[in-house]
């Protein structure tokens, strides 16, 4: 699923990923 979001993130733009994964990253270490 990492790669699908990754490879998702590579279209939308790098900067939108880099805006929510430590949101994500916080989410699951929580």
Avoid: D, I, S
């Amino acid at each position: 699923m990492a790669c699908a979001l990754g490879h998702e993130a590579c279209k939308r733009g790098f900067r939108t990923f880099y805006a929510n994964a430590p949101k994500l990253l916080g989410a699951l270490k929580v």
